[in-house]
């Protein structure tokens, strides 16, 4: 808008409060409270609109208050009076126009603070009510009462139906679509809506009851004075205006918390609470990803434009540091987001690296784990060629044998049947050998029966005793947690009768706070380290794929104690 | 005795079918998974069923669950399980369910024919048969405080015979003692180990199995 169009408004404005004001004061007919009542309101929205567009250039909200200001005057009796004495059609014109006072209205409530309608069904029906009022208005010209737009005309009192029906339809559609507007909205949106939604509760309860006043043909001194109270709706938006200035100093706040050092997980609450928005979530980038991520490296996906939500990209928009997602009420306190998100800048930033590198650890962790259970995959797989293969072949192969056997002893060559037993006690040998082979591979039965029993197999062949103890029970855990906690026991007790000299070992297996637990401990001579040796060292990968830790206690006294802790939900 | 024969080889099966018929058993029916199993076993209402512990379609366990649901649903039936590893979790886990007409052996056993055909015969006639295997597992199982260790050699050998599930009279024939010498073992054995003297054969295996398994 260029500063000619605007003087152009300013002085409109003025002129109107001039004229309105020459046309009560020069009719002397009039009562001094009539006076009042029919410039008050007017010049109020006038004047606080000026202000309020003088502070607020680009904000609407100014200029929807000067509309309704010039609105309301257009519509006072006396101007009209003094009008249609000079010109009839200027008289029809302001008839047509000055009922748009209660639209204009209508739309600053929807669209305040920011003085933009933010969603699209208000947006459709205040452009539909801009096009149906002056047409009610002209159904009441030509009907002969030009009087749809005076304020201290209640519509139901409108002498032609139609027009007033159309108003009166206009008037509650937009009161509800304001209460929807503040139900619906959270705690930002409410905050910023109450200057103008507080004001409005005795408003309407004021214009009910002069409406109802009105009805019973008694012109109470309520129904004369009731535009009056229009004037705290002006008052309302400067409050509100002024409290925006307020807020700067929260962002000053936020200012204060920052130099005092704010971790990255500080952040998003500090600035939610600078902006009065709980619901504020801040977004990093992810410039490997292409994505943006909350703390934790999990994506968001930033709401679409015009919804419930509202977006501001911080940094190069190609390549963003963060971006913030807040209620979109807060559209409208352009200025407090930005000043609060220059504040933040630095930190963001800081915070930013931060997720990438948790976002890469994750895609690391995942990779690991992924190739643990391809790892596993793959045992399971030789294991079972080997069952269904070689192993069950071999079985076959002996009862063959057998079958031989019986026919040599059945001919009496019993030098053949010598040899074939010979062969039957080789096979028996070769098929253990086989059989220990694939279980160390993968034990079944840890997918048949489950961690315990798969335990005690261990224990049972183990060259010295173990005492196996706690409370796992029958229970199942997910097919990796059991793998990694079998071969963490397993090699745990090769170790042990390898190396520590120790006369027992003790297993046990405990489930506490989400976590599988097991220890494993003998009482050798210790000596156990993680950094040497490749057994340890790759079950403590094993243990870090499924999320677990492992720990190594080994001493001379004590002899050597294998933990591992692993999140079973 | 009329037997069926369930496991996913066929030529295993066909080993397993001449084996059986050579014997004297009749084998009514061969099955390659556990359905066609279930089918056999309504239609041709055997005394005794083989059955290997993997069968399609995971080849995990599912002929371990068939044959618990058979002990439950056909009492009369007697199941043999056969696998390529023994594992004394499986054995309780089928012993524990009733201890009658129940075996679990090693796929090893056609190795001795004569071994395999009494183990057949002792399930089928409502007995049990505990893979040699499993009972020197547990019985070799290393204990912090050993009473096994207090029994001599012969009482060991008896202890396994009795925990694979042989009778008195088989027990005696094959250490060669008579039945009086063998009720003394047996006897002493109780005593040691501190057991109560639970029923003859094959009543006294889970007895036995639970103590090696649990001291």
């Known amino acids: 808008m260029t500063t000619l169009q605007r003087r152009a408004i300013q002085g409109g404005a003025l002129a109107a409060i001039a004229l309105a004001g020459v046309a009560e004061i020069s009719d002397p007919s009039r009562q001094w409270y009539a006076v009042l009542v029919g410039i008050v309101p007017g010049f109020s929205f006038i004047l606080a609109g000026l202000f309020a567009w003088s502070l607020r250039p680009r904000n609407r909200a100014g200029l929807l208050m000067i509309g309704v200001g010039v609105g309301l005057l257009a519509g006072d009796a006396a101007l009209r009076d003094r009008v249609g004495q000079v010109s009839t059609p200027v008289e029809l014109v302001l008839d047509i126009v000055s009922p748009l006072w209660a639209v204009m209205l209508i739309h600053l409530l929807l669209a305040f603070p920011g003085g933009r309608l933010v969603s699209r069904l208000d947006r459709d029906v205040v452009r539909s009510f801009y096009a149906v009022v002056p047409f009610a208005a002209l159904l009441a010209v030509v009907a002969g009462y030009p009087v749809l737009g005076q304020i201290s005309q209640p519509v139901f009192d409108i002498k032609v139906p139609a027009a007033g029906g159309i108003y009166a339809a206009c008037l509650v559609i937009g009161s509800v679509l304001v209460i929807r507007r503040w139900f619906l909205g959270g705690r930002a949106r409410r905050r910023s809506m109450s200057p103008v939604f507080w004001p409005m509760i005795p408003i309407t309860v004021f214009f009910l009851l002069s409406t109802a006043a009105v009805l019973r043909g008694s012109v109470t001194v309520l129904a004369t004075v009731f535009p009056l109270f229009l004037v705290a709706l002006p008052i309302g938006i400067l409050i509100g205006l002024l409290r925006s200035g307020l807020d700067m100093s929260s962002v000053g706040d936020l200012v204060v918390k920052l130099s005092g050092g704010l971790a990255p997980e500080q952040l998003q609450p500090a600035l939610a609470h600078a902006l009065h928005d709980p619901s504020l979530e801040v977004a990093y980038w992810l410039p490997e990803q292409e994505w943006f991520a909350d703390l934790e490296g999990k994506r968001i996906d930033l709401p679409a434009a015009d919804s419930e939500r509202a977006v501001s990209i911080l940094g190069d928009p190609s390549s963003p540091i963060a971006a913030l997602v807040y209620d979109s009420s807060l559209v409208e306190e352009e200025q407090l987001v930005d000043t609060a998100a220059a504040a933040v800048h630095m930190a963001l930033q800081n915070a930013g690296l931060q997720v990438q590198l948790r976002a890469q650890l994750e895609e690391v962790r995942q990779s690991r784990a992924r190739l643990v259970e391809a790892a596993d995959h793959e045992r399971q797989r030789v294991e079972r060629d080997l069952h269904d293969g070689a192993q069950q072949q071999l079985v076959t192969l002996l009862s063959s044998l057998q079958v031989t056997k019986k026919e040599a002893v059945k001919y009496s060559d019993l030098e053949t049947a010598k040899l074939v037993d010979a062969n039957i006690a080789e096979l028996k040998e070769a098929l253990h050998e086989l059989r220990e082979l694939a279980r160390g591979i993968h034990p079944t039965i840890l997918t048949q029966a489950g961690l315990v029993p798969a335990i005690r197999s261990l224990s049972e062949r183990c060259p010295i005793p173990v005492e196996i103890t706690g409370e796992l029970g029958d229970a199942r855990l997910a097919p990796p947690v059991e793998a990694a906690l079998y071969f963490v026991v397993s090699e745990a007790i090769t170790n042990a009768v390898r190396h520590s000299k120790g006369r027992s070992m003790c297993v046990s297996l405990r489930r506490r706070s989400g976590l599988a637990i097991i220890e494993v401990s003998d009482d050798g001579v210790g000596g156990a380290d993680l950094s040497i040796g490749s057994g340890l060292r790759g079950l403590t990968d094993r243990v870090a794929a499924v999320g677990g830790r492992l720990v190594v206690k080994s001493d001379k006294a004590r002899g050597t104690t294998i933990r591992a802790e692993v999140p079973c939900a | ?215």
């Open chain 2, 1 to 215: 005795m009329r037997v069926i024969v369930a496991d996913d080889s066929v030529l295993f099966r066909e080993g397993l079918v001449r084996l059986l018929s050579d014997a004297g058993f009749e084998v009514v029916g061969q099955a390659s998974n556990a359905d066609q199993l279930d089918g056999l076993i309504e239609s041709e209402n055997p005394s005794l069923v083989i059955v290997d512990v993997r069968m399609p379609p995971t080849q995990t366990d599912e002929g371990l669950v068939a044959a618990k649901r058979i002990r439950r649903q056909y009492p009369e039936v007697g199941v043999l399980m056969l696998s390529q590893y023994v594992e004394s979790h499986h054995a309780l886990d089928l012993l524990s369910q009733s201890p009658d007409r129940v075996g679990y052996l090693l796929k090893d056993r056609f190795a001795d024919v004569n071994e395999f055909i009494d183990a057949v015969h002792r399930v089928g006639r409502g007995g049990s048969a505990v893979d040699p295997l499993v009972v020197s597992q547990l019985l070799g199982r290393k204990r912090s405080r050993d009473l096994i260790e207090d029994l001599t050699g012969r009482e060991r050998s008896v202890l396994s015979l009795m925990a694979e599930g042989r009778s008195n009279d088989a027990i005696a024939w094959a250490l060669k003692i008579s039945p009086k010498t063998l009720e003394a073992h047996i006897g002493t054995i109780y005593s040691k180990l501190g057991l109560e003297p639970a029923g003859a054969d094959h009543r006294r295996v889970l007895a036995v199995l639970n103590y090696l398994r649990s001291s």
